[in-house]
């Protein structure tokens, strides 16, 4: 069936039912593999389940969710599944390219009249995806196949100075209070603090920057910065919280500009199912032996909504340069059929476990 | 005569003449005296000659400049009246606010007809402009009267660093060549550095900063920051030069990000008149004296280009707050009527000589 918001689930009748999936869209002019690798490995299963005998009475339902990527809300398609997204929701969304509505795009489509499909746990034996890694980590290791062991939590701050907004000609000096140089000094301080406390796969960007009103000849009276960070361990994001509110409060009592911090969001990381992960390096040790490894995400992925209600895993397959959203996002045909194959190996051993 | 980009500039049958003016409007959301102070003193002056008959023979020409503030291109009118604004310049200008062509807003205001006004220098002793400071030196000072020594030059400079843009998740920190923290690096690295080679009066200003695609999860391919410092003296402005020039070819070298610099624009220090300088001084000891005092001008004004035809002189009220481009900008009653007094006096002299 095709839903209400665009997701697209396929049915089984067997009575043993894995749910397998990924998802639909990609960003604006991304690559060919984020979400529909996955996708096609759900179809894929759901055939080859269904053609062969040996696997009577043992059912994939091939999933794909709707805009995962943002283009109107983060994880639409996931969310609106696992009966997370009203109807309010969807009425106040809109194209951050374009702005269209999303009433309208779904209109557009031919979903507006659908229901919107919402998950039976008790129809599922559990959810796998399959996905790109998006990053360079089985490449430089030289292994091909990624367990994700869990799918890590995001945090994310604006970082706002409040300076004096002044004539860069004539204003000496020593009585600025600059807000942009206020925000570099914070930033270089991130810089040189966060590596005493952050993990070894701990990732933190500032993806944004801005400065008022952001003219050659005045000095910037407000400025902005985005700061997000990454962790699996939610006592290692609470550390890295506490160190960033520490440094925003030295900023702010040292001067000259005043400077606060606003939580925008931060996701819980969420851990996949034991026993799937076990069944996942059974599938990859009997087709690669030795060359996977169990791995945190870094990314967010549907698996992680999913999870709240069902066992959920997730198997990686590598990214040629650790690219993605980017055309020239590619993996290896070998390592495509790898993925493929070990998938579906480690869907039996679930099924039949 | 109001002339075909907006020019008003007065006529005086005397034999000696003085023109006296500033300009015509401010910034958007500005405040009331910048460039109206010194025009109204120009005409209040013209005819304060004009009734005195001890000023026979003496005659102060009032003008006002416009669009000194770039609404559509820098210093439009006395580019003009200085001969420095081709036809074509003004074919290609627009508004920087709304777009609407320069020709068009010519048209709408009556001038598209007429002559624009060039220079004749023959016709004039000199040109003399008042201005608020616009910075906090003289009211920090306890004094009241500025008498420009000189007119800074500005120089400015684009700062690109190209790095790879890459997923914020997946993407480990050890290989991540992120533009923005380049960025900040080397702007921090400037707060540092270059207060060792700055005058007491070098100002410089990090005044826009860029990082693409600007994306809280994603890690900036690209970053750009406007860079630019003011000063009196061209050797200071070339070391400063030198400096930045040497910076940018270090973070270029060692990486991981490129890092180039583009010129975008040099103007030179301007001296006054030094006769000029003598007359407003000797003005300013005798309605305020010792309250005065010798400055160079850290902002640019159309004086500066009049200066390359005609012997010419500025003066200086002091700015509250040194407050200017703002609606808060203002200076007090007894510090305009001093001005535009001294102002007097000192075309007396000039005239006089």
Redesign the interface.
Known sequence: VTDGVGNVIGRSSASRRLLVGSHLESQNHAGWLDGALGTIYGLELARAFAEDPACAGMGIEAATWADEESHFLTYTGSKSFTGLLGEADIDNARSRTDGTPLREALEKAGYAGRKRELIEPSRYVGYLEAHI?????LE?TGLRLGIVTSI?G?W?YRITFAGV?????????A?RK?A??AL??L??EI?RRFPEV?GE???????????EP???????GRAEM?L?F?DAERSRLELLERTIQEMVGEADRTGPCGCTIET?SRSEPVVMSAGFQEALERAAETHAPGQHIRMP????HDAQLLARHLPAGMLFVP?IG?????WAEDTKDEDIVLGCQTLATAARIILEG
């Not at 952001?214 to 910037?220: E, K």
């Open positions: 890694e998006q990053g360079d980590y430089a890590v995001i994310q907004q002044n004539h860069a000609g004539t204003t000496r000096m009585i600059d942009g140089l570099v000094k930033a270089n810089d952050t796969r701990t990732v933190w960007t500032v993806g944004r920057i801005t400065l952001g003219a050659p000849s005045i000095v910037p985005l997000q990454r925008i995400s870094g990314a967010g990214s650790g690219i993605s959203h980017h």
